[in-house]
C-alpha cells in the first residue's frame, strides 16, 4: 500500500496550468527519483503536496496515509509527517536558527501527543546531529538562513528533516549549488533518513545525486504528467538520450 | 493653562502669556515659527492640537537636594536623585539652536528658564527614569547632557507613570557630544493606556571626531512624537534607529534632520515601524547635506509592516544636497508580512498565527539586537513582547 497517492492531479500557477492529471504512488521505504525537463511541472509537484500558496488546485486528489490532503494547511500537512526541502530556502533575518527549529520540533510533538523538549535536550540533540552535516556550530545562532552560503542552506535543510523526522521527503533540486563534499554530506544525511518506512521523493534535473541516493522507481516528468515509470536503469539512458525520446506510456 | 492661547500671538502678548522677560530672542524665535497645529509641516500627521487646547494645571518646579541614587530620576520634571559624584545640577541653558525647527523645542525652553544639567565626566553608564506623578498637567522641562572629550557615555533612558491621566509632557534633550567623544543614548517607552501624552524636542550636536548613537523603542498605544535635531561637525557620526511597535489608535513616531557640517561626517538612520489596530506611525526625516560637508556618507531607510487594514504609515524620508561630493541614499518600504517567509514556517508545522508573531519579533530584533548590552537588548525583547504578545493571544 502506498504511503501517498497522487490521481490526475491538475493545478495552476497564474494563469497556467501546469499539471494536467498527474498520476504517482508513493512507496513507503522506496526512493523515488522525479525527473524531466525544464518547465516538466517537477517544482509545482513539490509545492502542490505541501500545500503552497502559489498553486491552484483544478482536480485530482492527494491522499496521504489514506486521508484527502487536498484541503489541508500546510502547516497540518508537516505536523502529519509532510516535509519538502526547498530549492531556494529563504532567509529569515532576526529568526535565531535553534529557536526556529526547536519552536517548529515542540509543534510537532505536541501534535503527536509527546513533551516538549527543554532548550538544553534540544540543543544536545541539534548538536548531535550538526558534525555530521559539516556544519559550524555557530550556525545555530545565526539568524535563519541569513547570509548562508547555497551549501550551508541545504545543509541546513536536511538539519530540519533530520531533527523534524518526516514519513515523506519531497526534495526539491538538493543537489544544485552543492560543491563535491556538500553533496556528499548531504546524502549522507538523507542516507541516514532511510528506515524502510519513509518516503523519498528527488526532484532533480541532473543523475549526479543519484550517485549518491540510491533511487528505487524513476518517473520521467513531462508536461504535467508522468509519462514514464522505471527502475534506476533508467538513469543512464537518459543522461545518454535526453527526455525527448521518451515516449508515454 | 490652555496653550492654544499663545497661536497667533505677538511677541510681547507671548510674553505677557507666559510670564516671561528678558528671552526676547527665544521668545522670537517661537513666534516666528507659531505654535504647531495641523497646518505646521512637522506636526501634520500628530493631531498636535488636541493635546495644547486642553487645560492643564502648571507646576510649580522647586530644585530638590538629591539623593543617591544608581540612576538618575526625575519626576515631574523635577531631578530627585542621582549617582554618587555624577555631576547634576539645574543651570540655564547656555547653548540654545537659534535654528531648531520645532516651535516647541523653543516654548520648552521658554517654560523651563532652568535645565537639568548632567556632566557625562569619564566613561559612564547611567540609566535616567522619568517619573510623571500629576494629573492633568503640563510637565515642562529641559535636559542638558554633555559628553567628555576622549570619554565615552551611555545613557538608558525609561519612563515610568503614576495613576494620571490628561497630563502633557513637553521634554528634550540638548546633547553636546564632544570632540572625540562618544554617546550612547537608548530610549525605551512603553505607553498603553497612559495618562499622558509626549512631545519630545532633541537637539545633539555631535562635535569633531564624535560618535552619537541614538536608538528609540516606542512601544504601545497612544500620542507621542519625538522631534530630532542634529548636526554634525567634521568626521562626526550619527548612528539613528527608531523602533515602532503601534495598536489601537496610537499616533507616534519620530520627526528628524541631520543636518551634516563638516567634512568626511556620516549618519544612518533606520526606521522600523510595526502598526496594528489603526494606529499611526511617523517617520518625517529629512538628512541635509550643506556646502560645508563635503565628502559625507549619509543612509537613510524605513520599512514598515502593516498587520492590520486600519494601521498607517507617513513615512517620509528625504535628502536635501547641496554638494556633489557625497554618498547618500535613503529608501521606504510599506508593506505586510513575507508571504515567503511566513510560508516557510509555516511548511516546518509552525501555525500561521505563531509564524506571524515569529516575523514580527524577528523584524523588531533586527533594531533591537543593535544595542549591544545584552542586558538592556534582554530588557527591550522582554517588553517588546509583552506589548506584542498582549495583542495576540
Known amino acids: 500500500m502506498s504511503i501517498m497517492k497522487i490521481e490526475n492531479l491538475q493545478a495552476k500557477i497564474g494563469d497556467k496550468q501546469i499539471l494536467k492529471g498527474l498520476n504517482l504512488e508513493l512507496e513507503p521505504g522506496k526512493v523515488h527519483a522525479i525527473m524531466g525537463p525544464n518547465g516538466a511541472g517537477k517544482s509545482t509537484l513539490s509545492k502542490a503536496l505541501v500545500g503552497h500558496y502559489d498553486i491552484e488546485m483544478l482536480g485530482g486528489d492527494i491522499t496521504y496515509k489514506g486521508k484527502n490532503i487536498n484541503e489541508m494547511e500546510a502547516e497540518e500537512r508537516a505536523l502529519e509527517g509532510i516535509f519538502l526541502s526547498f530549492q531556494h530556502p529563504v532567509e529569515i533575518p532576526g529568526v535565531n536558527n535553534a529557536y526556529f527549529l526547536r519552536t517548529a520540533l515542540n509543534a510537532k510533538r505536541k501534535h503527536e501527543g509527546k513533551e516538549e523538549l527543554n532548550a538544553a535536550e534540544f540543543l544536545r540533540l541539534m548538536k548531535s546531529h550538526l558534525e555530521m552535516l559539516g556544519m559550524k556550530s555557530d550556525m545555530i545562532s545565526r539568524s535563519l538562513n541569513e547570509g548562508f552560503s547555497g551549501g550551508e542552506k541545504k545543509r541546513n535543510e536536511i538539519l530540519q528533516m533530520l531533527i523534524l523526522e518526516p514519513e515523506v521527503i519531497i526534495l526539491d533540486e538538493i543537489d544544485s549549488g552543492l560543491d563535491i563534499d556538500a553533496l556528499r554530506a548531504v546524502s549522507e544525511g538523507i542516507n541516514k533518513m532511510k528506515d524502510g518506512k519513509r518516503s523519498f521523493l528527488v526532484i532533480t534535473h541532473y543523475s549526479r545525486i543519484l550517485d549518491y541516493i540510491e533511487p528505487d522507481y524513476i518517473h520521467v516528468l513531462k508536461d504535467g504528467k508522468v509519462i514514464k515509470t522505471a527502475g534506476p536503469e533508467l538513469v543512464p539512458y537518459l543522461e545518454e538520450h535526453g527526455y525527448d525520446g521518451i515516449e508515454e506510456e | ?393
Open chain 2, 1 to 393: 493653562m490652555n496653550l492654544s492661547t499663545l497661536k497667533n500671538q505677538n511677541l510681547q502678548e507671548v510674553n505677557g502669556l507666559l510670564d516671561i522677560k528678558d528671552r526676547d530672542i527665544l521668545a522670537e524665535r517661537f513666534v516666528s515659527l507659531g505654535l504647531p497645529s495641523k497646518k505646521s509641516e512637522e506636526y501634520r500627521y500628530f493631531d498636535v492640537e488636541k493635546l495644547l487646547e486642553k487645560e492643564y494645571k502648571t507646576l510649580t518646579y522647586v530644585p530638590k537636594t538629591l539623593s543617591v541614587s544608581e540612576k538618575i530620576e526625575i519626576v515631574d520634571g523635577i531631578v530627585v536623585a542621582g549617582p554618587q559624584g555624577m555631576r547634576i545640577y539645574n543651570e540655564a541653558c547656555q547653548k540654545i539652536d537659534m535654528d531648531h525647527f520645532d516651535p516647541l523645542y523653543y516654548l520648552g525652553h521658554l517654560l523651563s528658564p532652568q535645565t537639568i544639567k548632567i556632566e557625562l565626566d569619564g566613561d559612564v553608564e547611567v540609566e535616567i527614569e522619568h517619573k510623571f506623578t500629576q494629573s492633568q498637567s503640563l510637565i515642562n522641562y529641559r535636559i542638558v547632557l554633555y559628553t567628555q572629550a576622549n570619554r565615552h557615555a551611555t545613557v538608558y533612558e525609561n519612563f515610568v507613570e503614576e495613576n494620571i491621566e490628561n497630563t502633557l509632557v513637553l521634554y528634550g534633550y540638548d546633547m553636546h557630544v564632544s570632540q572625540d567623544s562618544s554617546l550612547r543614548m537608548v530610549k525605551m517607552q512603553t505607553m498603553q493606556n497612559s495618562g499622558y501624552s509626549m512631545v519630545a524636542s532633541h537637539k545633539i550636536n555631535v562635535a569633531k571626531n564624535a560618535h552619537a548613537l541614538f536608538k528609540s523603542f516606542d512601544l504601545g498605544g497612544d500620542n507621542a512624537l519625538q522631534l530630532l535635531k542634529v548636526e554634525l561637525d567634521e568626521r562626526a557620526h550619527v548612528d539613528a534607529g527608531h523602533l515602532l511597535y503601534l495598536n489601537s489608535k496610537a499616533k507616534r513616531g519620530t520627526v528628524s534632520q541631520i543636518v551634516h557640517k563638516g567634512e568626511h561626517s556620516t549618519s544612518k538612520q533606520v526606521a522600523k515601524n510595526i502598526l496594528d489596530g489603526d494606529a499611526r506611525g511617523i517617520f518625517d526625516a529629512l538628512i541635509r547635506v550643506e556646502h560645508s560637508a563635503k565628502y559625507t556618507k549619509a543612509e537613510q531607510n524605513s520599512k514598515a509592516i502593516l498587520l492590520h487594514e486600519d494601521a498607517y504609515m507617513v513615512a517620509k524620508p528625504q535628502l536635501e544636497i547641496y554638494i556633489d561630493e557625497l554618498e547618500a541614499s535613503h529608501g521606504s518600504t510599506t508593506g505586510q508580512l513575507n508571504e515567503k517567509q511566513l510560508f516557510y514556517l509555516q511548511s516546518r508545522g509552525i501555525s500561521y498565527v505563531e509564524a506571524r508573531k515569529i516575523l514580527v519579533i524577528a523584524f523588531a530584533n533586527t533594531l533591537i539586537e543593535t544595542v549591544k548590552d545584552s542586558r538592556h537588548q534582554e530588557r527591550i525583547k522582554k517588553a517588546f513582547e509583552e506589548v506584542f504578545y498582549a495583542g495576540h493571544q
